[in-house]
């Protein structure tokens, strides 16, 4: 995946904003929340880090081409980077990614889901 097309498919996204931060990584956000970063992996390769579940985190963790993210996972967070082949295929990026948002979206107050129109049927149920 190259950086135009992580940036289109996260763009894509609903409630999404993108800012260039912490040394030029792209950095991708649903409510104010980091869902997605992308920045430079090894070999001038793009590095995607992005939020997985408790589950998927011991899954994905082992996995080649794969690793707890850098800094956030020392820190107990269930972040994922890609930052190597063979890794994820591009529509398996496109499904953390995915994921990452809709989990990080879960975390905003009810208010916030509802006033940037995310989540319908989990605000709805909980009234």
């Known amino acids: 995946m190259t950086y135009e097309d992580y940036?289109?498919?996260?763009d894509s996204l609903a409630a999404t904003t993108h800012v260039v931060q912490w040394?030029?990584?792209?950095?991708?956000?649903?409510?104010g929340k980091v869902f997605a970063?992308?920045?430079?992996?090894?070999?001038?390769?793009?590095?995607?880090?992005?939020k997985v579940s408790e589950i998927a985190f011991e899954v994905l963790r082992?996995?080649?081409?794969?690793?707890?993210?850098p800094y956030l996972a020392s820190r107990?967070?269930?972040w994922i980077q890609h930052f190597d082949e063979p890794g994820l295929s591009d529509e398996g990026l496109?499904?953390?990614?995915?994921?990452?948002?809709?989990?990080?979206?879960?975390g905003l107050t009810k208010k916030k889901q509802k006033?940037?129109?995310?989540n319908a049927f989990a605000v709805n149920t909980s009234s």
């Open 7 to 10: 940036n289109k498919f996260c």
């Open 23 to 31: 040394g030029g990584a792209h950095v991708w956000k649903v409510g």
């Open 37 to 50: 970063i992308g920045g430079w992996g090894e070999d001038g390769r793009i590095g995607i880090t992005f």
């Open 62 to 69: 082992e996995q080649p081409g794969l690793r707890p993210a």
């Open 76 to 78: 107990g967070m269930k």
């Open 94 to 106: 496109r499904e953390h990614i995915e994921t990452s948002h809709y989990i990080v979206s879960l």
């Open 115 to 118: 006033e940037l129109k995310l």
